[in-house]
């Protein structure tokens, strides 16, 4: 079992910056992709960046250029980096983490940028 807890949400003026982070704890030697996902009332949840044990990532086109995210494999942690924020950005963020068999999730944390 894998636990994901997030944390660095908040209320952030257009243009801002912000930046989660999010912990995994249990039996992390098993993960190889880690992610982000947001859901915004009304829509499906839709991945916006994800990175491999590797360091390779992807990037929903939505946020390439605003957004960034890292690993730190001794912290087993991983970020996002969210800069340029807009108000179609606001949605709750979901951290995620793959093993070879499963799929985690952390418990979320709301992104709300103003206009």
């Known amino acids: 079992q894998v636990q994901l807890v997030e944390s660095g949400g908040g209320l952030v003026q257009a243009g801002g910056s912000l930046r989660l982070s999010c912990a995994a704890s249990?039996?992390?030697?098993?993960?190889?992709?880690m992610g982000w996902y947001r859901q915004a009332p009304g829509k499906q949840r839709e991945l916006v960046a994800s990175?491999?044990?590797?360091?390779?990532?992807n990037y929903a086109d939505s946020v390439k250029g605003r957004f960034a995210i890292s690993r730190d494999n001794a912290k087993n942690t991983v970020y996002l980096q969210m800069n340029s924020l807009k108000p179609e950005d606001t949605a709750g963020y979901y951290c995620?983490?793959?093993?070879?068999?499963?799929?985690?999730w952390g418990q979320g944390t709301q992104v709300t940028v103003s206009s």
């Open positions: 995620n983490a793959e093993d070879h068999s499963n799929n985690y």
């Open positions: 249990g039996s992390i030697f098993t993960i190889n992709t």
């Open positions: 990175i491999t044990s590797g360091g390779s990532t």
